[in-house]
C-alpha cells in the first residue's frame, strides 16, 4: 500500500509528520491487505493562520482494488484529532465495504 500526503500552505508537512502517518495509517489498515492500494492524505488548515474552533481538516482517499475510492475527512481543532478522527471514519466505512 502506497501512502501519499499532501498538504496546504499552512500545515508544516515534515518528514516525521509524514513518517509517522505513514506509519499509523498502514498499522491501522493492515487488515485489509492488498484490498488498498493507495491511500491519499490531504492535510490542511481551513482558517490559515487564524485559529478557530475545528479548523484541521484530515481527508483520506482509500483507493481500493478493483473498486471506486472511498474517501472521508474529519475537522478537529488540532492536526492529531482531525488525522485521528478520519482515520477512524476510513476503519469504520472499510469494514462495512470489505468485511
Known amino acids: 500500500m ?27 489498515l493492515s487488515r ?7 491511500v491519499e492524505v490531504h492535510l490542511r488548515d481551513v482558517n490559515g493562520p487564524k485559529s478557530a474552533g475545528d479548523d484541521k481538516s484530515c481527508l483520506l482517499e482509500a483507493r481500493l482494488a478493483g473498486r471506486q475510492p472511498l474517501v472521508v475527512s474529519h475537522e478537529a481543532s488540532s492536526l492529531r484529532q482531525a ?9 469504520r466505512a472499510l469494514d462495512g465495504l470489505l468485511g
Do not use: W
Not at 485489509?32 to 493507495?38: A, C, S, W, Y
Not at 485521528?84 to 471514519?89: I, N, P
Open 83 to 91: 488525522i485521528d478522527g478520519a482515520t477512524d471514519k476510513l476503519e
Open 2 to 28: 502506497q501512502i501519499q500526503v499532501s498538504t496546504d500552505n499552512n500545515i508544516d508537512g515534515s518528514a516525521k509528520l509524514i513518517e509517522s502517518l505513514a506509519a499509523e495509517l498502514t498499522d491501522a
Open 32 to 38: 485489509f491487505g492488498n484490498q488498498i492500494t493507495r
